[in-house]
């Protein structure tokens, strides 16, 4: 189960780099693009608060913060780096770690930190697709960021 994790979250890196190579040789990037890459990092931020048992109050925490394109790239380089090892270090059976935390309601919860780190995975995923909807539909073709291509390209599939 580790390598496969891993596996997603190194896809998740590779794509976002992708993603930004690519916005970096556009005449112009459309602002909800802007905004999405803003939110998948916001996103990012907010579970790594929550799965290091960090308080998060709801009311003053941004999940769409006015982030440059820069400042995006910079934390796809630091949690592009941050979750692998993070992974590394859960203990065995990774199945069984869970981290609590309270929901925005004050309700108490618990979630296996796989499934926490899995749905960031498919949060990013769902984003990109926006972004490669916007971009198409301002006339530009997005890059492939496809898990499938990915795999092909490291010599996976």
């Known amino acids: 189960m580790r390598d496969y994790l891993l596996k997603l979250l190194v896809h998740d890196y590779w794509a976002n780099r992708r993603l930004f190579e690519s916005l970096d040789a556009l005449p112009w990037v459309p602002p909800r693009t802007r905004q999405l890459c803003g939110h998948i990092f916001a996103a990012h931020q907010f579970m790594d608060k929550r799965l290091h048992s960090q308080p998060v109050d709801f009311a003053a925490f941004d999940f769409f913060p006015d982030y440059s ?21 859960l203990p065995e059976p990774l199945s069984e770690v869970s981290v609590s935390f309270y929901a925005p309601d004050g309700t108490p919860r618990k979630t296996a930190v796989v499934d926490a780190l899995t749905h960031l995975y498919t949060h990013s995923i769902h984003h990109r697709g926006q972004i490669a909807v916007d971009l198409r539909a301002s006339g530009m073709e997005p890059v492939a960021m496809d898990y499938i291509v990915f795999c092909r390209e490291h010599g996976q599939t």
Not at 70 to 84: F, H, I, Q, T, V
């Open 69 to 89: 394109l820069d400042r995006c790239k910079a934390l796809s380089e630091e949690y592009g780096a941050r979750w692998p090892k993070f992974v590394k270090l």
